[in-house]
């Protein structure tokens, strides 16, 4: 006698198992300063999720926050959020513990908006260290800021393709930023970059980076900005060398000043002398670990 097959269970469609939902970072961080006589004190501290906030013992009046994102790097679909504010007459620092890593992504975009406000005749220091994007990384990155009359910010972000050193290059990539600063509620610099595509490839040619893969826009709102032009200059031109080039301008109440290189190693050479010879101060310590 011949066995037949036990039938198979029919599942209904209400039983297929769903796709499994992948696990995303999702951060925010909100710390603020105000002047109390003669000096700067921390007013008040949020933090969320992978994002932290680190107060480490300075030397130095200038208090300064470490800015730190417990999930060691991000992918597509995680999101952080940061934001720091100086009172009237105060001053501080944001930094970061480490290079922030944007890894492959098997869908969706990372996402990290970053928004800081200047009280009047107030300083606030944006320094984080460099984002690294890895090939097939997707970034949507946002830094919006609004300033006070007289108040003063000083910001820097810079961005490198991959690790030179590990043979590392980003074939595919999608990047995107976007800056917004205002004063007393007027929009006076806007800017929006992408990188679609090839990024080795695209930042190769004449017209783009020459074959750089390490870069930086610092951004330093003032109101003598115009003046301080021919000083930024002839800095710019005591650094410059074959690995590192460096260009600057002035609109009302703005110097920009962009940084390429070929290296990481360069970029972050050539940053750190600019910095503390343009801020006649050292950089927080994170700096130079």
């Known amino acids: 006698m011949t066995a037949r097959p036990t039938p198979r269970p029919q599942i209904s469609p209400r039983e297929v198992p769903a796709s499994p939902q992948l696990q995303r970072v999702e951060g925010r961080a909100r710390v603020t300063f105000c002047r109390h006589g003669d000096h700067t004190r921390l007013d008040r501290l949020e933090q969320g999720g992978s994002a932290r906030v680190r107060l480490p013992k300075t030397h130095t009046e200038v208090p300064v926050a470490v800015l730190l994102n417990t999930a060691g790097g991000l992918t597509g679909g995680d999101r952080l959020t940061y934001d720091a504010a100086v009172g009237?007459?105060?001053?501080?620092?944001?930094?970061?513990?480490?290079?922030?890593?944007?890894?492959?992504?098997?869908?969706?975009?990372?996402?990290?908006?970053?928004?800081?406000?200047?009280?009047?005749?107030?300083?606030?220091?944006?320094?984080?260290?460099?984002?690294?994007?890895?090939?097939?990384?997707?970034?949507?990155?946002?830094?919006?800021?609004?300033?006070?009359?007289?108040?003063?910010?000083?910001a820097v972000e810079s961005l490198l393709l991959g690790r030179a050193a590990m043979g590392e290059s980003v074939r595919q990539l999608t990047f995107r930023d976007r800056w917004r600063i205002r004063r007393d509620g007027r929009l006076f610099f806007a800017e929006d970059s992408r990188i679609e595509g090839n990024a080795t490839d695209i930042?190769?040619?004449?017209?783009?980076?020459?074959?750089?893969?390490?870069?930086?826009?610092?951004?330093?709102?003032?109101?003598?900005?115009?003046?301080?032009?021919?000083?930024?200059?002839?800095?710019?031109?005591?650094?410059?060398?074959?690995?590192?080039?460096?260009?600057?301008?002035?609109?009302?109440?703005?110097?920009?000043?962009?940084?390429?290189?070929?290296?990481?190693?360069?970029?972050?050479?050539?940053?750190?002398?600019?910095?503390?010879?343009?801020?006649?101060?050292?950089?927080?310590?994170?700096?130079?670990?």
């Open 88 to 154: 009237d007459g105060a001053h501080a620092i944001v930094t970061t513990q480490a290079a922030e890593r944007i890894y492959r992504r098997l869908s969706g975009t990372a996402r990290v908006d970053n928004r800081v406000t200047v009280g009047a005749g107030a300083l606030l220091e944006w320094l984080p260290q460099e984002t690294i994007l890895f090939d097939r990384a997707g970034l949507a990155r946002s830094f919006s800021a609004d300033l006070a009359p007289e108040g003063r910010m000083l």
């Open 203 to 289: 930042m190769s040619g004449p017209a783009t980076a020459a074959g750089g893969r390490a870069f930086a826009t610092l951004i330093d709102c003032r109101p003598d900005a115009e003046a301080q032009l021919r000083a930024a200059r002839d800095l710019a031109l005591s650094l410059e060398d074959g690995d590192l080039g460096i260009g600057a301008s002035a609109l009302p109440g703005v110097l920009i000043l962009r940084f390429i290189a070929m290296t990481g190693q360069a970029l972050r050479e050539g940053l750190i002398r600019f910095l503390e010879s343009w801020r006649a101060a050292p950089l927080p310590r994170t700096w130079h670990c």
